[in-house]
């Protein structure tokens, strides 16, 4: 009897060890439920295709920030002061209107841009009521001089916005948008393998001009990938099957295609972004 005393004592004390070890396992489990929920809701920015934000823009320019004031006029709205390196896009200025939330600072929900003097980045704002204003999410890029990782990114950034910006006119005044270029997001496959030099643009440029009837009269290359890519770009999109597109009155659609090189997830594509 007393032998079943002690097994019974010992089988309790194994169930309680248990449950402990299960509890143990329960507090792992959730606090890596708590940490991937927490990445879910960390910060994410949807972008429009990189024309279209461009055309939108009043003012794109390369600044370093040399102050900040946070809540200058309104609540979660920062006013920057800032030395400007490259105008782009409008008119010169020494300041810009930040909107943005603090949100949640271990993840960064609201995709706050901590900004301090002597960061530099390109800012893409717009101009309301004689102010410049931005917010986190409208392309602002930092320059990460110092990286080699974004040193080429950098490059290809600043180079693409100094060709955009010699057709500035030509943007304003022509169509961007196109719902039969909405699913191309990988124009590679239709292009075929590109054979880009170090030298060559990451960025092409093409117009299209149609006709009333919604034919296509023409395709020219406004910037350039090589010879090779822009022959192979003209006539995917010379057979290309369109669908009516909102055209402006000079019936002339801009196209923009930007390279991304191929990285250990995926092979280089080509995209409007």
Same mark, same amino acid.
């Given at each position: 009897?007393? &032998?079943?005393?002690?097994?019974?004592? =010992?089988?309790?004390?194994?169930?309680?060890?248990?449950?402990?070890?299960?509890?143990?396992?329960?507090?792992? $489990?959730?606090?890596?439920?708590?940490?991937?929920?927490?990445?879910?809701?960390?910060?994410?920015?949807?972008?429009? &295709? !990189?024309?279209?934000?461009?055309?939108?823009?009043?003012?794109?320019?390369?600044?370093?920030?040399?102050?900040?004031?946070?809540?200058?006029?309104? #609540?979660?709205?920062?006013?920057?002061?800032?030395?400007?390196?490259?105008?782009?896009?409008?008119?010169?200025?020494?300041?810009?209107?930040?909107?943005?939330? @603090?949100?949640?600072?271990?993840?960064?929900?609201?995709?706050?841009?901590?900004?301090? %003097?002597?960061?530099?980045?390109?800012?893409?704002?717009?101009?309301?009521?004689?102010? =410049?204003?931005?917010? %986190?999410? &409208?392309?602002?890029?930092?320059?990460?001089?110092?990286? %080699?990782? !974004?040193?080429? #990114?950098?490059?290809?950034?600043?180079?693409? $916005?100094?060709?955009?910006?010699?057709?500035?006119?030509?943007? #304003?005044?022509?169509?961007?948008?196109?719902?039969?270029?909405?699913?191309?997001?990988? @124009?590679?496959?239709?292009?075929?393998?590109?054979?880009?030099?170090?030298?060559?643009?990451?960025?092409?440029?093409?117009?299209?001009?149609?006709?009333?009837?919604?034919?296509?009269?023409? @395709?020219?290359?406004?910037?350039?990938?090589?010879?090779?890519?822009?022959?192979?770009?003209?006539?995917?999109?010379?057979?290309?099957?369109?669908?009516?597109?909102?055209?402006?009155?000079?019936?002339?659609?801009?196209?923009?295609?930007?390279? &991304?090189?191929?990285?250990?997830?995926?092979? #280089?594509?080509?995209?409007?972004?």
């Amino acid at each position: 009897m007393a &032998h079943k005393v002690v097994f019974i004592d =010992i089988m309790m004390k194994m169930e309680s060890l248990s449950q402990k070890n299960y509890s143990k396992t329960l507090i792992v $489990l959730l606090l890596i439920l708590t940490g991937l929920l927490s990445q879910a809701q960390s910060c994410v920015c949807y972008q429009n &295709h !990189f024309l279209n934000d461009y055309k939108e823009a009043d003012f794109i320019a390369q600044v370093t920030v040399t102050n900040v004031e946070s809540d200058f006029r309104l #609540e979660n709205e920062d006013l920057i002061e800032f030395d400007t390196s490259i105008i782009f896009k409008g008119s010169e200025s020494k300041s810009f209107f930040i909107q943005q939330e @603090v949100g949640n600072s271990s993840d960064n929900s609201k995709c706050r841009l901590f900004l301090k %003097p002597g960061d530099e980045l390109i800012v893409f704002a717009q101009l309301v009521n004689g102010a =410049i204003i931005t917010t %986190p999410c &409208h392309r602002n890029n930092f320059i990460y001089k110092d990286d %080699p990782k !974004f040193l080429l #990114e950098n490059k290809n950034l600043i180079g693409t $916005l100094n060709t955009l910006s010699l057709f500035n006119e030509q943007i #304003e005044a022509s169509s961007i948008n196109c719902s039969s270029l909405e699913n191309d997001t990988d @124009v590679i496959n239709k292009v075929g393998k590109l054979n880009l030099a170090e030298s060559d643009a990451y960025f092409g440029l093409y117009n299209i001009k149609f006709t009333e009837d919604n034919s296509i009269s023409y @395709v020219g290359v406004i910037s350039p990938f090589n010879k090779e890519i822009d022959k192979k770009i003209r006539i995917m999109l010379i057979k290309k099957e369109w669908e009516e597109c909102a055209l402006n009155e000079n019936r002339e659609l801009l196209v923009a295609y930007f390279y &991304h090189p191929a990285s250990t997830y995926r092979k #280089e594509y080509l995209s409007t972004y």
